[in-house]
């Protein structure tokens, strides 16, 4: 008989997250660390990264800190090479890294070529590299569980309207990326199944972040749900994806969107 409580549990498990002091980045960590997991925070934010390090350490959690540059690609291979050897495991790698430049989300009208490629190179690629540097290691090793960070924007085309009043607006790079990043784990799960990896791609719909009001109330009437999301929504998602519990998925978009792709 099944133990499904044990089922989510990360105990013996070695888990990365890039972008592990970001919005959700840090719940991710959180919530890998609550399930057993020794976590390494991937972050180029060496500060904020050690703070939480030793807040989580204080608490009994195995935490551990690595520099690490999502967009380094030339040197991505090296990176992830030096931290398999250090932590002789990688059972678990989340991407929620969320690089960008400067210039991030000018409209489409005072868009340049070189904002575009920088963009496309900073995220997408170093998603699909880093994906598939991992996705080698984890295949020697004999499995493992990948997971990409993609977005509603990235499966469904964008409700304009929830800026209006406001001087925000969405990248046209954005759903260009997400939308790349989904296939990417299609083709990944596909392509290494048989070596018992298994690829997914969460998809988190907006979340609140003390954003503009009128934003905020256009955004949640036009969700099911009527409210915008949690960082520890999606770090939930994220733990039952790596997680024994999610053992027969891969290949999925997993839509944490309190709706917002279902109307």
């Known amino acids: 008989m099944s133990n499904y409580l044990q089922k989510f549990s990360l105990k013996?498990?070695?888990?990365?997250?890039t972008g592990g002091v970001g919005l959700i980045g840090i719940e991710v960590t959180r919530a890998l660390a609550d399930a057993g997991a020794k976590v390494i925070i991937l972050d180029i934010d060496q500060d904020k990264a050690k703070k939480i390090q030793q807040s989580l350490k204080n608490k009994g959690k195995d935490v551990k800190y690595e520099y690490f540059d999502v967009t380094d690609l030339v040197n991505i291979d090296q990176s992830i090479d030096k931290l398999q050897k250090e932590y002789e495991n990688i059972d678990i790698w989340v991407n929620t890294a969320y690089p960008r430049t400067k210039d991030w989300g000018n409209k489409v009208e005072e868009l340049s070529l070189e904002s575009w490629q920088k963009n496309v190179?900073?995220?997408?690629?170093?998603?699909?590299?880093?994906?598939?540097?991992?996705?080698?290691?984890?295949?020697?090793?004999?499995?493992?569980?990948?997971?990409n960070f993609g977005s509603t924007?990235?499966?469904v085309g964008n409700n304009f309207s929830v800026y209006e009043g406001t001087d925000m607006s969405s990248a046209m790079a954005y759903s260009a990326i997400k939308g790349g990043i989904i296939n990417l784990g299609r083709y990944m799960a596909s392509y290494f199944g048989k070596f018992n990896i298994r690829v997914n791609t969460v998809c988190p719909g907006g979340i609140f972040d003390n954003q503009n009001k009128i934003f905020v109330k256009n955004y949640e009437r036009?969700?099911?749900?009527?409210?915008?999301?949690?960082?520890e929504e999606i770090a939930s998602a994220v733990l039952f994806l790596s997680s024994d519990a999610a053992s027969y998925v891969t290949g999925t978009t997993f839509m944490v969107d309190g709706g917002w792709t279902a109307i």
């Open 12 to 17: 013996g498990k070695v888990a990365f997250i």
């Open 121 to 147: 190179d900073m995220h997408l690629n170093s998603y699909a590299w880093i994906s598939r540097k991992v996705c080698l290691l984890m295949k020697e090793q004999g499995g493992g569980s990948l997971i």
């Open 153 to 155: 924007y990235g499966v």
């Open 222 to 231: 036009n969700t099911p749900l009527n409210r915008m999301g949690k960082p």
